[in-house]
């Protein structure tokens, strides 16, 4: 089999893992080295300069000894087996980049032997792109669950990004669908990397050249819509590991049906692509905007509104708080407001030093006033001709459409029907259905 037909299989198989973020690291090129590494962004994203940034995203091998039943390289899955050898991949990398398709690479595996070997195989290319190539673009690399902590701790000074896949939310579903994989097995190279990465830092503050340990961070992955496990769970994960363990991002990805189990969703189950934007607005708002999980959802609310986003959700619970005078509120409450953003509350903060703020200036400011006027009031008073009560602010947003996305994704058109009524939206805000 040529490298070509290698690509393929190998390219195709990695596109359930997510991996869609800036890469938060730069590096200069240098003299006798090959390539740079920007904040501006990875995988198709967009840089602050407009340019497209490609990796090349791929598996090292589809060989597999481990049965996930989720996953379509597992074990008992009858597929076609390939795998680069280190050789092979580094210099497909190195090829690509000089004929400018891609600006880095992503590398994952399935468990070729063991979890030593297939990391012994991962370094053994990535030195190859760093030592020999001398190939200074950005890496990202998934660890492997189970590997040794040196060898975890020699791919980490090689990459500029490192995850290791948590994939399901409880030891339980753990246990039902990938039963080679142990909480413990993932959690523990996770707080390695962490480690690692704080005492780089300290290092770097005391010597100039002291090697960088995954300079841009680790990530994770959370797989939305596989297991029962609910949303409340999930958030509730996401904002223990960021606080534990200092991840960039939680990234979720809503579970394709690849196999047929009993365990899992029908094959003919549509992605919960909604769900999983849902749970991306909640980790914005965990991140950036000072909510804690147990705010935006409980045990008695443990699945997030579909038709309307999380902060929106929290403020219709919570009219109580409202409306906020913009020209007093402090800053953490402004973050609250629905139609203001992180970039539109420190621009109200800085205006209203000079003098008071109207809803015209709102407006002037990028403040959605079509969200956010139903909780607030300029100089005491409310937007003129505007009652606000929870039903009036209710049947409001039910009539700004970008609050009623479609269950599943299409392309947009001007004579699109309405998919769902009002009726049917104001029960499902105040909690009837």
Not at 57 to 78: E, G, H, P
Not at 113 to 122: A, F, W
Not at 334 to 356: D, E, H, N, Q
């Amino acid at each position: 089999m040529d490298i070509y037909d290698k690509l393929t299989i190998l390219s195709d198989s990695a596109k359930y893992d997510v991996a869609c973020t800036s890469s938060g690291v730069d590096r200069n090129g240098k003299l006798g080295s090959i390539g740079n590494a920007v904040k501006a962004g990875i995988c198709h994203s967009f840089s602050a300069d407009g340019r497209c940034i490609s990796l090349l995203k791929v598996l090292m091998t589809n060989v597999c000894i481990f049965d996930c039943k989720y996953c379509v390289n597992r074990v008992s899955n009858d597929t076609l087996r390939v795998g680069f050898t280190p050789s092979e991949l580094a210099e497909l990398t190195i090829n690509f980049y000089r004929r400018n398709y891609i600006e880095g690479l992503f590398l994952s595996s399935g468990v070729i032997k063991s979890p030593n070997n297939t990391i012994e195989q991962m370094i053994k290319s990535l030195e190859l792109l760093r030592n020999v190539y001398h190939f200074g673009g950005y890496i990202h690399v998934k660890a492997i669950p189970g590997a040794d902590s040196e060898l975890i701790t020699r791919l980490g000074l090689l990459a500029d990004r490192m995850s290791i896949n948590i994939e399901l939310p409880s030891q339980e579903s753990l246990k039902l669908l990938a039963p080679n994989k142990t909480k413990e097995s993932i959690l523990r190279p996770m707080g390695l990397i962490s480690t690692k990465i704080q005492e780089s830092s300290t290092d770097l503050v005391k010597f100039r050249h002291a090697s960088k340990f995954v300079p841009a961070g680790q990530s994770t992955q959370l797989i939305v819509g596989a297991t029962p496990d609910t949303d409340h769970k999930i958030i509730t994960l996401t904002e223990g590991l960021y606080k534990k363990y200092h991840l960039k991002r939680v990234f979720f990805s809503a579970y394709m049906p690849v196999a047929e189990h009993s365990l899992l969703p029908s094959v003919n189950t549509k992605p919960p692509l909604l769900r999983e934007h849902r749970l991306y607005q909640a980790d914005w708002l965990l991140r950036f905007y000072g909510f804690e999980a147990k705010e935006l959802l409980d045990e008695q609310h443990p699945n997030f509104n579909l038709q309307v986003d999380p902060k929106c959700n929290w403020a219709l619970n919570h009219l109580e708080q409202f409306p906020l005078e913009i020209n007093k509120a402090p800053y953490e409450m402004l973050l609250r407001v629905p139609g203001i953003g992180v970039t539109g509350a420190r621009r109200i903060l800085t205006a209203r030093k000079s003098s008071s703020i109207d809803f015209s200036g709102l407006k002037k400011m990028g403040i959605v006033l079509k969200r956010a006027q139903y909780f607030i009031t300029c100089k005491g008073k409310i937007l003129d001709g505007l009652k606000i009560t929870s039903d009036g602010a209710i049947r409001a947003l039910m009539a700004n459409q970008y609050l009623l996305p479609s269950p599943y994704p299409e392309q947009l058109s001007l004579f699109n029907e309405p998919f769902i009524t009002r009726e049917d939206v104001q029960q499902c805000l105040t909690g009837q259905i």
